[in-house]
């Protein structure tokens, strides 16, 4: 195999409101990575990935994809082998599942498949990662599969170029604690069947993330205040999914106007965005790990 590398990914804008038809962003984060590989003796890690291979390909067959992906040589090579070499962290909202799924469309779609384009690949990705994740848009292993900045709107993606961070930079922390995108996603579903919930997110949230994107996208000095009220928003009102020794690091951030954090995906753990406009962290940030974007 060529053991050609997919790249994580880090959705600057538009964790659950993607669900829900807000726009999104998501970017490939180079730092982790993964690929596919074939052993004839496999360690007790590989077993384990040649295990989950095979239960994705079990689903697959079931999908009503057979055009589109070669199921012969896929089980050939999971047989004799195949398993994913990883660095992504799991469970962190960095697309491991999303980089799995790429790289396994990537190997194993049929040539045909070359008449296919940007929206119906997406489509076909969002099928086979609700294996993982229940309900999926796709943007995941899009943006690991293209290696390449998405932009999602009105269930559609559209690459675009590098993006440019005027004034600020952008890390992401390390909340040393699992998160389970399938119980978050749980938990916002409950949410909404509030009332009050989903008229703020319907006529607030998914505003005020469609306009952090726009101002991003456009250089606009308008992207700082818009992202702090998004990162108040946030914390007011997504504290489920916020873990409890990152709400003063949180608040600090919105007192000092210095930083402001927003989740990374589901958030509950994994990763979080931190939005950086001193270029200055400070020492109470000092137990975790940054990662620059």
């Known amino acids: ?52 291979i095979l239960q994705l390909y079990e689903f697959m067959i079931d999908l009503d994809i057979e055009d589109k992906i070669d199921f012969n040589f896929f089980k050939n090579d999971i047989d004799k082998g195949l398993h994913f070499v990883s660095s992504i962290p799991i469970a962190s909202g960095l697309g491991s599942s999303g980089a799995l799924i790429a790289s396994v469309f990537d190997s194993y779609q049929k040539k045909d498949n070359i008449n296919l384009n940007v929206e119906e690949i997406k489509n076909l990705l969002s099928i086979i990662e609700s294996k993982f994740h229940g309900e999926s848009s796709g943007l995941d292993p899009s943006v690991s599969l293209f290696n390449s900045p998405v932009f999602y709107s009105n269930k559609q993606i559209k690459l675009i170029d ?21 119980k978050m996603i749980e938990v916002f579903q409950n949410k909404m069947n509030e009332i009050e919930f989903r008229y703020f997110f319907e006529n607030k949230y998914i505003i005020n993330t469609n306009e952090c994107i726009e101002y991003l996208l456009n250089g606009s000095d308008l992207f700082k205040e818009t992202l702090k009220q998004l990162s108040e928003n946030t914390l007011n009102n997504f504290k489920e999914m916020i873990p409890n020794q990152l709400i003063n690091i949180w608040e600090n951030g919105l007192k000092s106007d210095s930083y402001y954090m927003k989740l990374c995906g589901s958030g509950g753990g994994g990763f979080f ?21």
């Open 162 to 182: 590098k993006i440019h961070y005027k004034n600020f930079t952008i890390y992401i922390m390390d909340s040393k604690i699992n998160s389970s995108t399938k």
């Open 273 to 293: 965005l931190l939005f950086d406009f001193n270029n200055q962290i400070n020492s109470s940030l000092s137990d975790f790990n940054l990662y620059q974007v």
């Open 1 to 52: 195999m060529d053991n050609k590398k997919f790249y994580s990914k880090v959705l600057l804008f538009g964790e659950y409101g993607v669900l829900s038809n807000s726009n999104a962003l998501s970017i490939p984060l180079e730092k982790f990575y993964g690929y596919l590989n074939k052993s004839d003796f496999l360690n007790n890690d590989e077993k384990i990935s040649n295990s989950n």
